[in-house]
């Protein structure tokens, strides 16, 4: 069975026109993270000249994180709303959107749910975006919460504790 190239040639075949100069692009598209080779050959037979190219990409997770990566909401009376911010950094070159998964906003064991905002959104390319945590207790004790944000091309969520 034939392998599919990760990588594409903008211009497979053409005639190199007097200047002696083309610019070619080749575009990388990994359906995984590693590193991946792929070899080309550049021919041009009037000139009897052969050349190899060896194509590396190098594909990886998308560079994004909590700062803090943690949060202690401080101590509240029941009813009464605590809240804190942290914030979701973006170090990639491009728009990530970001999705909370409603089902890790209860805790397991005090049976309570933190509410966040934004539940959804885009952290801009080389940018930062606040995300808000409030709690109003509806009973004493003490809860923790496991937050779990899925982001796009992240293949799996970060998570807030």
Same mark, same amino acid.
């Given at each position: 069975?034939?392998?599919?190239?990760?990588?594409?040639?903008?211009?497979? $075949?053409?005639?190199?026109?007097?200047?002696?100069?083309?610019?070619?692009?080749?575009?990388?598209?990994?359906?995984?993270?590693?590193?991946?080779?792929?070899?080309?050959?550049?021919?041009?037979?009037?000139?009897?000249?052969?050349? $190899?190219? #060896?194509?590396?990409?190098?594909?990886?997770?998308?560079?994004?994180?909590?700062?803090?990566?943690?949060?202690?909401?401080?101590?509240?009376?029941?009813?009464?709303? $605590?809240?804190?911010?942290?914030?979701?950094?973006?170090?990639?070159?491009?728009?990530?959107?970001?999705?909370?998964?409603?089902?890790?906003?209860? $805790?397991?064991?005090?049976?309570?749910?933190? #509410?966040?905002?934004?539940?959804?959104?885009?952290?801009?390319?080389?940018?930062?975006?606040?995300?808000?945590?409030?709690?109003?207790?509806? #009973?004493?004790?003490?809860? #923790?919460?496991?937050?779990?944000?899925s982001v796009q091309l992240?293949?799996?969520?970060?998570?807030?504790?």
């Amino acid at each position: 069975r034939a392998r599919l190239s990760l990588f594409a040639c903008s211009v497979p $075949s053409s005639k190199l026109n007097a200047t002696k100069h083309m610019e070619v692009l080749f575009t990388f598209i990994p359906m995984e993270t590693g590193t991946y080779r792929s070899m080309w050959q550049l021919s041009i037979p009037e000139r009897q000249v052969e050349q $190899s190219l #060896q194509l590396l990409g190098i594909a990886s997770e998308p560079s994004l994180c909590f700062l803090p990566n943690f949060l202690c909401l401080r101590t509240t009376l029941i009813g009464v709303r $605590s809240e804190g911010k942290v914030q979701l950094v973006n170090q990639e070159e491009c728009d990530l959107k970001f999705t909370v998964d409603p089902n890790s906003l209860y $805790s397991e064991t005090w049976g309570q749910a933190v #509410q966040v905002l934004p539940m959804k959104g885009v952290v801009p390319a080389q940018s930062q975006i606040d995300i808000k945590l409030c709690l109003t207790p509806t #009973q004493a004790g003490e809860g #923790q919460f496991h937050v779990k944000v899925s982001v796009q091309l992240l293949r799996c969520p970060l998570t807030l504790d």
